[in-house]
């Protein structure tokens, strides 16, 4: 492809809108268009990588066993009401829905659980015909509140999700474990630096699921790790080993009710300097409201250590609520009698008849000599023993683990500290289990001719968010540096000169290399070298010829990589093979 005959406009101008590097790259070279916030049109450029990604995954997909199809994006309302995800996913705000003219209610499928669920009930009946694992390359929408970060998180995006189907957890293990090889060989042959950790499973449901994570130093995502290889996770499920307890050794004193004033002091920082104490002392309590399966909202007071945050994605599912808001202000008056800053565990009051469950951070379980709020505006109760006063009362619920996970913490797994780094999701594997197979009764008959419901698994990889995150981890302050496998071009020849001599030997070299097989650009244009060269570092080809007339006159042209940047002269007759090498040997640097 010649540059005078290609759809590829770049631009010296960061957009206003892109807040992130790969957001700005993709813009300014010309790979892809806004059309509508969080909504993206592919240049022939972008959509080349695009392509690249999709035969990577499609090929890896196919040699797992993995068996392709296309299914509907339009879906009516009846299978996610089915499946129970209709009401949640609309509470969300994140569902793109419709009405057709008959007043019918449909939705542009997020993912598509419920209607591959739906052919496969339609169409096995038998043990025999397990199992399988069905996938798809399809769009996907999603109504972001706040639509960011380019490709990174749209609301409309290319998306390959697959299902297995299995006929007890002894497949669906066997599938989990085939996905998560045919992830990591996806992510390698992108030449992406990944790591894979444990997750929330949201809104998808089921009993474990694990995130496959570009790591980048822009990546919205934060990842924690342990130094001793033994652990991975992102935040949201991140946990910590047992923490240093300040009140190791000690003997508890006695309870000392409201004898600690903390007037006007409302932050914990604050009120441990005014207590003489350190944070780990103070125990924040706070009150949510939790709606369970049946929608109903119950109050839960949750106890923490006050040098540590509630992690609230891991504590819906750690009290068994479906999901959990801070209570009003108004409920918060009449259940405690106080404001923020002062509310203690003891003493509360139901709220309508409801009466409030207490739940307590393992952080604090041994905990003793502590300060907490006393439920009037600035007093606190001093000698707080959680196991002496906290767990005796009535509305104590359990022990859970819903801290957020810190730098320097120590690994859940006994050896190691934790470390933070950041990441971008570009896929997400699920063992969902019966959660879908059982609310939409896709049942078979086992060896026994007993109807089982089938156990699934889920498997997603975002196509553009890869793109993204592969620009997020491969750039420099010119331009993208693109792993060989994803670049729209591996090579680029640019004439430097309009002279007959120049021309000439740029062509030659142009439809030499594009005989041997090697997927060759030509800036032909009849631009400045200068701008030339910045547009070739801005786009990003692995590998660059330079044909010149001062160099032509010596029997050289220069030859470099994206990533070096450093030219070497090389003899035309010779730039073939050298090209040839170098991409084979990932580009990094040039094979002379």
């Given at each position: 492809?010649?540059?005078?005959?290609?759809?590829?406009?770049?631009?010296?101008?960061?957009?206003?809108?892109?807040?992130?590097?790969?957001?700005?790259?993709?813009?300014?070279?010309?790979?892809?268009?806004?059309?509508?916030?969080?909504?993206?049109?592919?240049?022939?450029?972008?959509?080349?990588?695009?392509?690249?990604?999709?035969?990577?995954?499609?090929?890896?997909?196919?040699?797992?066993?993995?068996?392709?199809?296309?299914?509907?994006?339009?879906?009516?309302?009846?299978?996610?009401?089915?499946?129970?995800?209709?009401?949640?996913?609309?509470?969300?705000?994140?569902?793109?829905?419709?009405?057709?003219?008959?007043?019918?209610?449909?939705?542009?499928?997020?993912?598509?659980?419920?209607?591959?669920?739906?052919?496969?009930?339609?169409?096995?009946?038998?043990?025999?015909?397990?199992?399988?694992?069905?996938?798809?390359?399809?769009?996907?929408?999603?109504?972001?509140?706040?639509?960011?970060?380019?490709?990174?998180?749209?609301?409309?995006?290319?998306?390959?999700?697959?299902?297995?189907?299995?006929?007890?957890?002894?497949?669906?293990?066997?599938?989990?474990?085939?996905?998560?090889?045919?992830?990591?060989?996806?992510?390698?042959?992108?030449?992406?630096?990944?790591?894979?950790?444990?997750?929330?499973?949201?809104?998808?449901?089921?009993?474990?699921?694990?995130?496959?994570?570009?790591?980048?130093?822009?990546?919205?995502?934060?990842?924690?790790?342990?130094?001793?290889?033994?652990?991975?996770?992102?935040?949201?499920?991140?946990?910590?080993?047992?923490?240093?307890?300040?009140?190791?050794?000690?003997?508890?004193?006695?309870?000392?009710?409201?004898?600690?004033?903390?007037?006007?002091?409302?932050?914990?920082?604050?009120?441990?300097?005014?207590?003489?104490?350190?944070?780990?002392?103070?125990?924040?309590?706070?009150?949510?409201e939790a709606v369970g399966a049946d929608g109903k909202a119950r109050l839960a007071a949750v106890l923490i250590r006050g040098d540590l945050d509630i992690n609230e994605?891991?504590?819906?599912?750690?009290?068994?609520?479906?999901?959990?808001?801070?209570?009003?202000?108004?409920?918060?008056?009449?259940?405690?009698?106080?404001?923020?800053?002062?509310?203690?565990?003891?003493?509360?009051?139901?709220?309508?008849?409801?009466?409030?469950?207490?739940?307590?951070?393992?952080?604090?379980?041994?905990?003793?000599?502590?300060?907490?709020?006393?439920?009037?505006?600035?007093?606190?109760?001093?000698?707080?023993?959680?196991?002496?006063?906290?767990?005796?009362?009535?509305?104590?619920?359990?022990?859970?683990?819903?801290?957020?996970?810190?730098?320097?913490?120590?690994?859940?797994?006994?050896?190691?500290?934790?470390?933070?780094?950041?990441?971008?999701?570009?896929?997400?594997?699920?063992?969902?289990?019966?959660?879908?197979?059982?609310?939409?009764?896709?049942?078979?008959?086992?060896?026994?001719?007993?109807?089982?419901?089938?156990?699934?698994?889920?498997?997603?990889?975002?196509?553009?968010?890869?793109?993204?995150?592969?620009?997020?981890?491969?750039?420099?302050?010119?331009?993208?540096?693109?792993?060989?496998?994803?670049?729209?071009?591996?090579?680029?020849?640019?004439?430097?000169?309009?002279?007959?001599?120049?021309?000439?030997?740029?062509?030659?070299?142009?439809?030499?290399?594009?005989?041997?097989?090697?997927?060759?650009?030509?800036?032909?244009?009849?631009?400045?070298?200068?701008?030339?060269?910045?547009?070739?570092?801005l786009v990003g080809f692995p590998v660059r010829v330079v044909v010149g007339g001062k160099g032509l006159a010596r029997g050289v042209v220069e030859v470099s990589t994206?990533?070096?940047?450093?030219?070497?002269?090389?003899?035309?007759?010779?730039?073939?093979?050298?090209?040839?090498?170098?991409?084979a040997a990932g580009a990094t640097t040039l094979a002379v």
């Amino acid at each position: 492809m010649r540059w005078s005959q290609s759809f590829l406009v770049t631009l010296r101008e960061v957009p206003g809108d892109a807040e992130v590097v790969s957001h700005q790259l993709l813009y300014r070279a010309g790979l892809v268009h806004k059309l509508a916030a969080g909504i993206y049109s592919y240049t022939p450029f972008g959509f080349r990588s695009l392509r690249k990604m999709t035969e990577i995954v499609r090929e890896e997909m196919d040699a797992a066993g993995a068996l392709e199809v296309d299914l509907p994006i339009l879906q009516p309302k009846e299978l996610w009401v089915e499946s129970g995800r209709w009401d949640r996913y609309m509470n969300e705000g994140i569902l793109f829905h419709l009405k057709d003219r008959k007043d019918a209610e449909f939705a542009l499928a997020p993912t598509a659980e419920e209607a591959v669920t739906d052919m496969v009930r339609r169409s096995v009946t038998s043990w025999r015909q397990l199992p399988f694992n069905l996938y798809q390359i399809r769009t996907k929408f999603r109504d972001e509140i706040r639509p960011r970060f380019g490709l990174l998180r749209g609301r409309e995006f290319l998306m390959k999700d697959a299902y297995s189907f299995d006929i007890d957890q002894k497949g669906l293990d066997a599938h989990y474990k085939k996905m998560d090889g045919a992830y990591r060989r996806i992510f390698d042959r992108c030449g992406l630096e990944f790591a894979v950790v444990q997750a929330d499973s949201g809104a998808i449901g089921g009993s474990a699921s694990e995130e496959f994570m570009v790591v980048a130093d822009t990546g919205e995502d934060a990842l924690v790790f342990s130094d001793a290889g033994d652990y991975g996770a992102n935040i949201e499920k991140a946990m910590t080993g047992k923490l240093p307890e300040p009140w190791a050794g000690e003997e508890a004193r006695p309870f000392g009710e409201a004898n600690a004033p903390t007037p006007g002091i409302t932050t914990t920082e604050g009120q441990a300097k005014h207590l003489r104490t350190t944070p780990a002392r103070i125990v924040n309590t706070m009150i949510y409201e939790a709606v369970g399966a049946d929608g109903k909202a119950r109050l839960a007071a949750v106890l923490i250590r006050g040098d540590l945050d509630i992690n609230e994605v891991k504590l819906p599912k750690a009290i068994g609520a479906l999901h959990v808001r801070l209570a009003s202000e108004e409920i918060l008056r009449k259940v405690t009698g106080t404001r923020p800053g002062f509310v203690g565990p003891l003493g509360l009051l139901p709220f309508e008849e409801n009466p409030i469950s207490l739940f307590i951070d393992r952080s604090l379980e041994h905990g003793a000599n502590l300060w907490c709020g006393a439920n009037r505006e600035g007093l606190h109760h001093s000698g707080v023993s959680i196991a002496r006063d906290v767990m005796s009362q009535p509305a104590f619920a359990s022990v859970v683990e819903i801290a957020t996970a810190r730098e320097g913490d120590p690994s859940p797994m006994g050896a190691g500290t934790l470390h933070i780094k950041r990441g971008i999701e570009v896929g997400h594997i699920f063992k969902l289990g019966t959660k879908y197979s059982e609310s939409m009764k896709c049942e078979v008959a086992d060896q026994n001719q007993k109807m089982v419901p089938l156990a699934m698994g889920c498997y997603g990889l975002g196509l553009g968010r890869t793109i993204a995150a592969a620009i997020e981890q491969h750039h420099d302050d010119v331009g993208i540096v693109w792993p060989v496998p994803l670049a729209p071009y591996a090579c680029v020849v640019a004439s430097l000169q309009r002279d007959a001599a120049v021309l000439a030997a740029a062509d030659k070299l142009y439809e030499e290399l594009k005989a041997a097989g090697v997927e060759v650009f030509y800036d032909d244009r009849d631009e400045r070298p200068g701008v030339k060269f910045k547009d070739i570092d801005l786009v990003g080809f692995p590998v660059r010829v330079v044909v010149g007339g001062k160099g032509l006159a010596r029997g050289v042209v220069e030859v470099s990589t994206r990533r070096e940047r450093k030219a070497s002269e090389i003899a035309p007759d010779r730039v073939v093979e050298v090209v040839k090498r170098t991409l084979a040997a990932g580009a990094t640097t040039l094979a002379v």
